[in-house]
């Protein structure tokens, strides 16, 4: 099971953290503040930080910008009620995700399963089926044929279908993990994307998007 780093300097918020965390099968490294979870992730393994914005030393943006040069992994901070400003800032420093205080622990242990699930799909490079190759780098589909370069988004959706052949994907599950638990938006924007994606790829028979009605979608198992 993933390791999940917490960084924060109310010991009650830590503790509560960890309780939730480890009841949900994960292991919990628990730092104080921001400098001794540098130290932590200087000499272990970690698959996801949680880490408060407002602590001594080294505070939450701080430590994300340090850690995102040289590590990537998923990072979800915790603000005060009313900072917005935090939001804004641990955005452009790197961050994934937040949770405004107070904070639900079960809303925040699925916030952590859904950051988790979407770097597994980026963390994988490229997916090959049949002669038709996606690489996540270039953004690329090709076949010894052609190659088709895709938007951002669209490429990431394809890429999450084709992972899973045969799966089916609800909308809710999409948004969640390529747009975020945040996202506000109309879950009917799967469908635009979809539109154009199959357009996009329509010259390559091994990549059929089938609509499963009422349900959502997924790439057919060829």
Request: hydrophobic letters at 40%; glycine letters at 6%.
């Amino acid at each position: 099971m993933a390791t999940i780093l917490v960084v924060d300097d109310d010991p009650h918020i830590l503790k509560l953290i960890t309780l939730y965390l480890e009841n949900s099968h994960f292991t919990v490294v628990e730092a104080k503040d921001g400098q001794e979870a540098l130290d932590v992730v200087a000499h272990s393994k970690v698959d996801l930080m949680i880490a408060d914005v407002m602590m001594p030393r080294v505070d939450g943006i701080e430590l994300t910008q340090d850690i995102r040069r040289y590590l990537d992994i998923p990072i979800l901070l915790v603000t005060a009620k009313g900072e917005s400003i935090d939001k804004v800032k641990g955005f452009q420093a790197g961050s994934d995700d937040y949770l405004v205080k107070p904070f639900d622990p079960v809303e925040l242990v699925l916030r952590v399963k859904s950051l988790l699930k979407r770097y597994n799909v980026s963390s994988s490079k490229a997916i090959q089926l049949g002669d038709v190759k996606m690489d996540l780098d270039t953004l690329t589909v090709s076949s010894p044929e052609e190659a088709v370069q895709l938007k951002k988004r669209e490429f990431e959706l394809l890429f999450m279908l084709a992972g899973s052949p045969g799966r089916i994907f609800t909308r809710t599950q999409l948004i969640e993990s390529l747009w975020g638990m945040d996202y506000d938006g109309d879950e009917r924007t799967v469908d635009v994307h979809i539109k154009r994606l199959r357009q996009r790829i329509h010259s390559y028979p091994s990549l059929s998007i089938t609509t499963v009605r009422g349900l959502g979608y997924r790439l057919e198992d060829n």
